[in-house]
């Protein structure tokens, strides 16, 4: 049931993020997953009331801000030059994100207990209030926020590139140098092509740029396996083990711990002194970090289980051991529970440098009217990763849970050696924002029709200055 929710809550945001670029807007798209989520939440608190249970009638189951396209320097209030650069801008905002997301998910640990103590009602009570909060929130920043109107998907244009490329000799150049060339219309219209392109070369660029993020996300599924385990490999783990009357599922929680006290971290200590000392520590090396870092914990989790069957009175039984022996006999490892949270760190801290330079990468490298279906791929990789969980569920047994967790290790170490020397020539192309030439304002700042329609001749002349300066 968990992956299957997990599937569903990363495969739909493909066409809602479609949607958002093409006919709703990103900022309005929101507000009403908003409220859906919401209503949602009050279902879930409904059906886990007790009489509700007892009855048997239970029923419950990144918007652009950023105007900066490449590096440069400016001159702040203070006369001090200083240098712009959108790719650390980017990944600051992208950690902030990732470090909001992880509180929430913090919550996890009262729940767990509230779960337990009081009941699921109460468990679901706690985050519907703090959910409670958005409404108002959104109504505060609406006016405050630069929202981009939708403007129709590029989608169909990528798809003409791509024809005239592979109508004019890309199928033998799949993967080389100058492949995109092919499709670009000052090519086609030097080789005596008329036809009418409603696109630029700088499109093209954009296309290449979106294909190479794209590739980017197909190695996510197999790190996401080893971060969580294959399916529900790591409660299997657990319930060998003996959790001291803890929930077998509490140290899970310290995922998102870690990610809370690591960010700041990384944030103001780490990225500053590595940007002091001229260091680039590009989005490649960065994901390739985390990526090692996935396969080191997923190792973990291969030798916790390994030695969970050596000490458990049943051997490669040990989910199953309190069905096998007599009642009252020892059932459980006598692996310390605490040594799982070792893998489930690392696992957490190769999330910062993996998911949100992921995030970042969607943001920055996705044409403008394709930005929503972009970073929508990106969390489609998690569907394909729950995907596999649930098509492996049967394997996820005794006595080969060592397995689902050493297939995935070995699996994840191969492709991050591929992953970094496919991608590594990205780290040294100059960072440039996709982002067309769009009006940034907040809707505060714009002008309603009937303010434009009395504005003197003067008014006029200086409201064009200040558009060309825009």
């Known amino acids: ?82 240098i712009v650069d959108p790719e650390e801008s980017i990944n600051s905002v ?31 009570l706690i985050p519907t209030i703090l959910y ?7 109504w505060y920043l609406n006016p405050r926020l630069i929202k981009q109107p939708p403007g129709g998907s590029d989608l169909g244009n ?54 190479q993020a794209c590739g980017i996300f197909l190695f996510i ?37 870690s990610i809370v006290i690591m ?7 780490v990225y500053p002194f590595l940007r002091k000392k001229g260091i680039r520590w590009g989005a490649i090396s960065r994901m390739t970090f985390g990526f090692a870092l996935g396969t080191v914990g997923s190792v973990g989790y291969a030798v916790l289980q390994y030695y969970v069957y050596k000490t458990s009175p049943c ?10 022996v007599p009642e009252g006999a020892p059932s459980l490892s006598t692996v310390s529970y605490a040594l799982y949270s070792i893998p489930v760190i690392l696992g957490a801290i190769s999330e910062i440098f993996v998911n949100v330079t992921a995030y970042g990468i969607a943001y920055s490298r996705a044409p403008t009217n394709m930005k929503g279906l972009v970073a929508s791929i990106n969390l489609f990789m998690s569907a394909v990763s729950a995907a596999i969980g649930l098509a492996t569920a049967p394997a996820i047994r005794d006595p080969f849970l060592v397995w689902a967790f050493a297939g995935p290790t070995i699996a994840g170490a191969v492709l991050a050696t591929i992953f970094y020397f496919t991608f590594r020539h990205l780290d040294k192309e100059e960072f440039v ?25 003067s008014e006029e002349k200086a409201a064009l200055g200040d558009d060309k300066k825009i």
């Open 1 to 82: 049931m968990t992956e299957s929710f997990k599937f569903l809550a990363y495969a739909l945001p493909v066409y809602f993020g479609w949607l958002a670029d093409t006919k709703y807007g990103r900022f309005k798209m929101i507000c009403w997953g908003v409220g859906i989520c919401g209503v949602a939440h009050i279902i879930m608190i409904i059906s886990a009331l007790p009489p509700v249970l007892q009855s048997g009638n239970a029923i419950g189951p990144v918007i652009d801000q950023s105007p900066h396209k490449i590096a440069h320097v400016i001159t702040d209030k203070n006369g001090e030059r200083v």
């Open 94 to 124: 992208m950690l902030w994100f990732y470090l909001l997301i992880n509180v929430g998910a913090c919550f996890g640990i009262p729940t767990t207990y509230l779960a337990k103590i009081v009941g699921y009602w109460a468990a679901y």
């Open 132 to 138: 409670l909060m958005l409404p108002p929130l959104l």
């Open 158 to 211: 990528v798809f003409k590139v791509l024809g005239d490329i592979f109508a004019h000799g890309g199928f033998m150049s799949i993967g080389r140098k100058g492949f995109w060339e092919a499709g670009k219309p000052s090519v086609r219209r030097a080789a005596g092509s008329t036809k009418v392109y409603g696109y630029d070369d700088q499109f093209v660029d954009h296309v290449r740029r979106t294909f």
């Open 221 to 257: 599924p197999i790190w996401q396996i080893n971060d969580y385990g294959l399916g529900a490999a790591a409660n299997a783990l657990t319930a060998g083990m003996d959790t001291n009357g803890l929930p077998n599922d509490l140290l899970d929680n310290l995922n998102s711990v």
């Open 263 to 269: 960010v700041p971290i990384m944030n103001h200590i």
């Open 315 to 324: 051997g490669w039984n040990a989910t199953t051991c309190a069905q096998i």
């Open 433 to 457: 924002l996709n982002n067309d030439d769009i009006e940034m304002k907040k809707d505060s700042d714009r002008e309603s029709d009937e303010e434009k329609a009395v504005r003197t001749p």
